[in-house]
C-alpha cells in the first residue's frame, strides 16, 4: 500500500505564506514525479506545480508562478510547496500527487494524498 500524507494548510491573511508537505510512504519502489493540485468546489481539479525525481525539473500553472516554489527530499520521498504573497482566490483544497512504480514490473501510476484546506481571507 501507498499512502500520501499533506500537513501545512490553514487559514492565512492576504499577502503572507504557507509551506505545505506531503510525505509518500508504503511499497515504493522508484517515484517518477510528484506534484501539487488544487481544487473549488464546482471547478476542475487543477495542476498547481509539478516536480519530475530524474533531473529535478519543475513546471508551474501560470497563475502561481513567482509566488509558489515546488521543491523535494528525494531521500524521504516528501515534496513541498512554499507558498507565498497568498491571494484570496488560492483559496482551495490541495492535493498531493506521486506518480510511481511499487514493484519493478508495475507500471507507473497516480496516487493521491487527502488534501489539506488552503483559506486566504483578512
Known amino acids: 500500500q501507498v499512502q500520501l500524507v499533506e500537513s501545512g494548510g490553514g487559514l492565512v491573511q492576504p499577502g503572507g505564506s504557507l509551506r505545505l508537505s506531503c510525505a509518500a510512504s508504503?511499497?515504493?519502489?522508484?517515484?517518477?514525479?510528484m506534484g501539487w493540485y488544487r481544487q473549488v468546489p464546482g471547478k476542475q481539479r487543477e495542476l498547481i506545480a509539478r516536480?519530475?525525481?530524474?533531473?529535478?525539473?519543475?513546471n508551474y500553472a501560470d497563475s502561481v508562478k513567482g509566488r509558489f516554489t515546488i521543491s523535494r527530499h528525494n531521500a524521504n520521498n516528501t515534496v513541498y510547496l512554499q507558498m507565498n504573497s497568498l491571494k484570496p482566490e488560492d483559496t482551495a483544497v490541495y492535493y498531493c500527487n506521486a506518480v510511481l512504480k511499487i514493484s519493478i514490473r508495475s507500471l507507473y501510476t497516480g496516487y493521491w494524498g487527502q488534501g489539506t484546506q488552503v483559506t486566504v481571507s483578512s
Open positions: 516536480i519530475v525525481t530524474s533531473g529535478g525539473s519543475t
Open positions: 508504503g511499497s515504493i519502489f522508484s517515484i517518477n514525479a
